[in-house]
C-alpha cells in the first residue's frame, strides 16, 4: 500500500507558477543595445531593474512611455508617459505622478550605469495600469535629468534610448 502511495505522488507534481516578469532591450538611434531591464511584481506596482553601458556619464530621465514602439532616431513613436490615471508628471508634484515616472539613473564616467526603481501603479497583470495594453509600453531614456515636477515630461531633454516591454513567457 505504501508503494501504490509513493508512486502516485511521484506521478502528479505540483505545479507552481512563476510570477509574472517582463524584459526591454534599450537600444540607441544607432539600434546599438546599450541596456537591458527587467520588471516584476513590486509593491504597490512593479520593480524595473536596469543596467546601461555605453550612455553619456551623468543622471538621465528614466520613464515608461505609453506605447511600445522604438523608431529611431528619437524614439517619439514611444509616446508620451505611461500615465494611465490621468495624473501630472513628476515624482514631487504634490497632485501625484504618472505611473511611468521614476527616478533619475545615474550613470559613471565610465558610461555604466544601474538601478532598481518602482514604478507605481503599474501592473503585470491586465487590467488598469498593465504594461500590456493594446499597442504596448516601452522604457526610454533620456539625455538631461528630470526635474521630478515640470508637467507633462520633466524636462528631461531628447530621448537617447528605447525598448519595448515584452512579457516573458
Known amino acids: ?7 502516485a505522488f511521484v506521478s502528479f ?23 537591458t531591464a527587467t ?3 513590486g509593491d504597490g506596482g512593479v520593480k524595473i531593474a536596469v543596467r546601461v553601458s555605453g550612455v553619456a556619464p551623468g543622471l538621465h530621465g528614466f520613464h515608461v512611455h505609453a506605447v511600445g514602439k522604438c523608431e529611431g ?11 494611465p490615471a490621468t495624473r501630472e508628471h513628476g515624482l514631487d508634484n504634490p497632485k501625484g505622478s504618472h505611473a511611468g515616472d521614476m527616478p533619475n539613473l545615474s550613470v559613471g564616467p565610465d558610461g555604466t550605469g544601474k538601478g532598481e526603481f518602482p514604478a507605481r501603479g503599474a501592473t503585470l497583470e491586465p487590467g488598469p ?28 531633454g531628447a530621448r537617447i534610448a528605447c525598448g519595448v516591454i515584452e512579457r516573458n513567457p
Open 1 to 7: 500500500m505504501r508503494l501504490f502511495l509513493l508512486a
Open 73 to 83: 532616431p528619437e524614439f517619439k513613436s514611444a509616446g508620451g508617459h505611461f500615465n
Open 39 to 41: 520588471i516584476t511584481p
Open 13 to 35: 507534481p505540483v505545479l507552481v507558477s512563476a510570477a509574472p516578469s517582463a524584459t526591454a532591450t534599450l537600444r540607441d538611434a544607432q539600434g546599438k543595445a546599450v541596456g
Open 129 to 156: 495600469g498593465s504594461l500590456f495594453p493594446d499597442g504596448g509600453t516601452a522604457l526610454v531614456l533620456h539625455a538631461a535629468p528630470d526635474d521630478m515636477k515640470s508637467d507633462p515630461a520633466g524636462n528631461a
